[in-house]
Nanobody, 117 residues
Framework: QVQLVESGGGLVQAGGSLRLSCAAS????????MGWYRQAPGGQRELVAT???????NYSASVKGRFTIFRKNAENTVWLQMNNLNPEDTGVYYC???????????WGQGTQVTVSE
């Protein structure tokens, strides 16, 4: 059974940085897409960044220029480098991956990111 395991969340002051990691297990081929979503308290889950197996990454407008997504296809691992964090970035961050264009996505368990004033 495919599992996505995230790490790297925590508490940071505004202006600080964090790096999230996500590693997949029990899969022998490279995911077509890997990425990150987040859910703020009381809010809906929203896209942060995605990285297709072939092509360029895609970012939401709210994080573009501050966050960078990295991916290692052969290891099905994805990272999210988050710089210049602000309190609006607070939420649970979820790793997401798809093995096919019409396949149901896999989700990690989520990692909490809290940015204080």
């Amino acid at each position: 059974q495919v599992q996505l395991v995230e790490s790297g969340g925590g508490l940071v002051q505004a202006g600080g940085s964090l790096r999230l990691s996500c590693a997949a297990s029990a899969i022998t081929s490279s995911f077509i897409y890997m990425g990150w979503y987040r859910q703020a308290p009381g809010g809906q889950r929203e896209l942060v960044a995605t990285f297709p197996r072939q092509g360029n990454p895609n970012y939401s407008a709210s994080v573009k220029g501050r966050f960078t997504i990295f991916r290692k296809n052969a290891e099905n691992t994805v990272w999210l480098q988050m710089n210049n964090l602000n309190p609006e970035d607070t939420g649970v961050y979820y790793c997401n991956a798809r093995s096919g264009h019409v396949s149901a996505p896999y989700w990690g368990q989520g990692t909490q990111v809290t940015v204080s004033e």
